[in-house]
C-alpha cells in the first residue's frame, strides 16, 4: 500500500485537515478506527468494499463517512486507488446543508448530498486527470463550488478546544463552564454541526490519545490512569470498543495507518 499526504490550500485549511491519495497494487484490507473527523472519499481505480457489524458492502465510487463507534475493515480491490479528503470537524457544516448527525454511523453517496451534474463532472475529469496535483486541484474546485454560507458557533469552536485541549479527559458538565448556553442546547448544536456527541467524540480523542502515547515501555495501566479512566476493566472495555482488540493484542500488532 502506498500513501501520499497533500495539505489543503489556505482557503480550505479551517475545514481540510489533509488529502490522501491511497494505492493498492496487490489489495490489501485495511482496519479503520474510528475518527473523530468526517471522511469524504473518491474511488479512482479499483473497487472499496467496508465490513463492519458482521456486514459486507461496496462502497459509492463518491461519498462521506460518518463518525462510527466501533472499527471497521476497508478492502482495496488489486490495482485500486482513492483520494481521500480527511476534513476538520467543522468541516463538513461547510459543505453540507443537512444536520451533520444525520451522517452518523453512515456511509452516503455523494449523489444523495451534490447536485449530479457537478458531480459526475468532477468524477469524469477526476477519471482522465494524469497527476496527483490535478487531482487535489479538482477537488479544491470541488469543495470551494459546493461551500455553504454556514457559520459555526463561535461557542462550539471554543468547546471543541476545550476537549482537544484535555485529550478528552474532561467531564461534559464542565464543558459549559463560561460559556452562556444550557448543556442541552451545546449538545444539540454540537451534534447538528459536528456530528456525533460530546461524550462521543471526547472518547474519540481520548483513546487516540493513549494510541498515540504508548511505547514498548509503557505500563498500560499507568496509561489507562493517565487518561482518566478510573479503572483497568473499564479502559479494556472502552478500548475493545473502539479498537475491536484488547490494548494488549492492538500494541502488539501495529497498524497500517
Known amino acids: 500500500m502506498k500513501i501520499l499526504s497533500y495539505f489543503p490550500s489556505p482557503e480550505l485549511l479551517p475545514y481540510v485537515q489533509k488529502y490522501l491519495i491511497i494505492e493498492s497494487e496487490n489489495g490489501i484490507e485495511n482496519r479503520i478506527l474510528p475518527n473523530p473527523h468526517l471522511v469524504l472519499s473518491f474511488q479512482l481505480k479499483g473497487t472499496l468494499r467496508s465490513f463492519e457489524s458482521n456486514n459486507l458492502y461496496d462502497l459509492p465510487r463518491a461519498g462521506i463517512a460518518g463518525f462510527r463507534k466501533s472499527a471497521r475493515k476497508i478492502i482495496y480491490s488489486k490495482n485500486s486507488s482513492a483520494l481521500l479528503v480527511i476534513l476538520t470537524e467543522i468541516g463538513a457544516c461547510a459543505f453540507f446543508k443537512e444536520p451533520i448527525s444525520d451522517f452518523y454511523g453512515k456511509t452516503l453517496s455523494l449523489e444523495e448530498l451534490i447536485p449530479k451534474q457537478i458531480l459526475r463532472n468532477t468524477e469524469e475529469q477526476l477519471f482522465s486527470c494524469k497527476s496527483d496535483i490535478g487531482r487535489i486541484s479538482l477537488i479544491e474546485n470541488f469543495l470551494l463550488q459546493?461551500?455553504?454560507?454556514?457559520?459555526?458557533?463561535?461557542?462550539?469552536?471554543?468547546t471543541l478546544l476545550k476537549i482537544q485541549k484535555s485529550n478528552g479527559n474532561i467531564k461534559i458538565r464542565d464543558l459549559k463552564?463560561?460559556?452562556?448556553?444550557?448543556?442541552?442546547?451545546?449538545?444539540?448544536?454540537?451534534?447538528?454541526?459536528?456530528?456525533?456527541?460530546?461524550k462521543h467524540y471526547s472518547n474519540l480523542l481520548r483513546i487516540r490519545s493513549v494510541i498515540s502515547a504508548y511505547s514498548e515501555q509503557t505500563n498500560l495501566t499507568d496509561l489507562a490512569y493517565g487518561a482518566g479512566y478510573f479503572d483497568q476493566s473499564h479502559f479494556n472495555k472502552e478500548f475493545k470498543l473502539y479498537t475491536g482488540d484488547s490494548p494488549k493484542f492492538f500494541f502488539q500488532h501495529p497498524q497500517n495507518w
Do not use: A, H
Not at 459546493?146 to 471554543?158: G, H, S, T
Open 177 to 198: 463552564q463560561g460559556l452562556p448556553i444550557s448543556l442541552d442546547s451545546l449538545e444539540k448544536k454540537f451534534k447538528d454541526s459536528i456530528g456525533t456527541t460530546l
Open 146 to 158: 459546493n461551500q455553504k454560507e454556514r457559520m459555526v458557533d463561535p461557542i462550539l469552536r471554543q
